[in-house]
């Protein structure tokens, strides 16, 4: 099992900053990626961005980047998603998630809400 709690949205301004965080616990060396997903009202949950074990990133949304940088800091079991130049679309609900050989995990969510 693996454990994951996000932290760091909230309101901001367009052009503004935001830095999620994501806790994992539990059997975090049977993680092979994780990333952040996002989800803004009525459309479907898609991935942003994602790192693997061994440190290779992806952005899977065109539209973040140059703006969103995905980093780890394995003494704290801890990714984050560096967000910039924050813009209205940008709002949703981001997930953290963590896959490892037989399922995925989901935190909780957190919303990012980015005013005009």
């Known amino acids: 099992q693996v454990q994951l709690v996000e932290s760091g949205g909230g309101l901001v301004q367009a052009g503004g900053s935001l830095r999620l965080s994501c806790v994992a616990s539990?059997?975090?060396?049977?993680?092979?990626?994780m990333g952040w997903y996002r989800q803004a009202p009525g459309k479907q949950r898609k991935l942003v961005a994602m790192?693997?074990?061994?440190?290779?990133?992806?952005y899977a949304d065109s539209a973040v980047k140059g703006r969103f940088t995905i980093s780890r800091d394995n003494t704290k079991n801890t990714v984050y998603l560096q967000m910039n130049s924050l813009k209205p679309e940008d709002t949703a609900v981001y997930y953290c998630?963590?896959?490892?050989?037989?399922?995925?995990?989901w935190g909780q969510g957190t919303q990012v809400t980015v005013s005009s």
């Open positions: 539990g059997s975090i060396f049977s993680i092979n990626a």
């Open positions: 790192l693997n074990s061994g440190g290779t990133t992806m």
């Open positions: 998630w963590a896959t490892t050989a037989r399922y995925d995990y």
